[in-house]
């Protein structure tokens, strides 16, 4: 998906939340707090990111690209000690004795800083009864250099509280190398990525669907426009981030396209980017910067104007008619179902009235 204008991840992770209706909820309010990270020095094998090891699931896992050495770290590391019953981490394929820890210790630490062995690793399986331990950090660290490419199977902790795990398990791979005056600038930009993206898969996400674990996050130094996104490939434009540095809502916009992730190539561009908008203006920006459209403007405007128009329509219909018309038009898109009927079916009105109401309420303001 392409995107001509949007409104004129050590591997840093985070934990899905859900959006309610279509309020506003302001970055720094939102997405700040999260409640474990993972930092490792291992790097990823294809789309096996580190989340992977912290989700809940036996089926899948983490898997470096390389064999672990003595100098290499896995640290699951929480925002607020919890106490810890009991631990256990499984490392090697499923259903396979391959890729397992040969040779390791689980340590664990109170404050993230001093850490304590708990456990070594036999046949790839290490466990602990802790009896209610306060831990902030667990550590897997190898003690001999492995001859293998390390697969984490999953850490279970059993902790009061709960440790919710990674739903929407996300990796963030930074290019920032044709601009390195930029560098803190795509650090930043990489981080909101990863806060966000298990937000937006949350808000838009639907029974039986996963979407991409990992993003590849590039900005070329003289790429003309913004932004734009292909599968699982978000390319920026170095020139226009430099010039307006406060625009890190058009990156998210770009994130939210990977959710989308739609295969079908019958859905109308102005939906897909309005779609897209929808969930940036009004989730992501503040409220103070949601698009509003002049009253004189209003019998210039089509729904198909897509981005800002698009979304102030969506917002509202989600507002008047549906609340969860955003969610029932991207699964529509989704499986390649879309049909301008759609909205009849949702609202009892054509779209063709629906947008003749949207610009009437505009005219009494």
């Known amino acids: 998906m392409r995107c001509k204008s949007c409104g004129v991840l050590l591997v840093l992770l985070t934990v899905g939340s859900a959006i309610v209706g279509n309020a506003a909820v302001a970055p720094e309010q939102k997405a700040t707090m999260r409640p474990v990270v993972i930092e490792t020095t291992l790097p990823t094998a294809r789309d096996n990111v580190a989340q992977l090891a912290?989700?809940?699931?036996?089926?899948?896992?983490?898997?470096?690209?390389?064999?672990?050495?003595?100098?290499?770290?896995?640290?699951l590391a929480l925002a607020k000690p919890v106490r810890v019953k009991r631990v256990e981490v499984l490392t090697g394929k499923p259903d396979s004795t391959t890729n397992t820890l040969e040779?390791?210790?689980?340590?664990?630490?109170?404050?993230?800083?001093?850490?304590?062995?708990?456990?070594?690793?036999?046949?790839?399986?290490?466990?602990?009864?802790?009896?209610?331990?306060?831990?902030?950090?667990?550590?897997?660290?190898?003690?001999?250099?492995?001859?293998?490419?390390?697969?984490?199977?999953e850490i279970v902790l059993d902790s009061q509280p709960p440790v919710p795990v990674f739903k929407y398990p996300i990796?963030?791979?930074?290019?920032?190398?044709?601009?390195?005056?930029?560098?803190?600038?795509?650090?930043?930009?990489?981080?909101?990525?990863?806060?966000?993206?298990?937000?937006?898969?949350?808000?838009?996400g639907d029974e039986g669907y996963t979407p991409p674990c990992r993003i590849n996050l590039t900005f070329r130094k003289d790429m003309r426009g913004i932004a734009g996104t292909s599968r699982a490939n978000i390319t920026c434009g170095a020139g226009w981030f430099k010039a307006h540095p406060d625009d890190y809502g058009a990156i998210v916009h770009e994130a939210i396209h990977v959710v989308q992730n739609y295969r079908s190539r019958g859905n109308p561009g102005w939906l897909v980017e309005g779609l897209a908008d929808y969930v940036r203006w009004f989730m992501y920006e503040p409220p103070e910067k949601h698009p509003r459209i002049r009253p004189d403007r209003a019998d210039r405007i089509k729904y198909t104007d897509s981005y800002q128009t698009t979304a102030a329509f969506f917002a509202w219909l989600?507002?008047?008619?549906?609340k969860d018309i955003v969610k029932k038009l991207n699964k529509a898109c989704r499986k390649g179902e879309y049909?301008?009927?759609?909205?009849?079916?949702?609202?009892?009105?054509?779209?063709?009235?629906?947008?003749?109401e949207f610009k009437q309420s505009l005219r009494k303001k």
């Open 339 to 356: 049909k301008p009927e759609l909205f009849k079916e949702y609202t009892g009105k054509d779209l063709d009235t629906l947008f003749e």
């Open 103 to 153: 040779s390791g210790v689980l340590e664990a630490s109170p404050d993230g800083q001093k850490f304590d062995q708990i456990a070594t690793f036999e046949s790839g399986i290490a466990q602990a009864d802790l009896g209610g331990r306060a831990i902030k950090a667990l550590r897997i660290r190898p003690t001999r250099d492995g001859k293998a490419q390390l697969a984490i199977r």
């Open 318 to 322: 989600a507002q008047t008619y549906d």
């Open 171 to 204: 990796e963030v791979h930074l290019d920032a190398s044709e601009v390195p005056e930029m560098k803190d600038w795509c650090e930043r930009s990489k981080e909101i990525v990863e806060e966000w993206y298990p937000i937006i898969a949350e808000y838009l």
């Open 54 to 75: 912290f989700d809940g699931k036996l089926d899948d896992f983490f898997w470096s690209d390389r064999a672990p050495n003595r100098e290499d770290r896995f640290v």
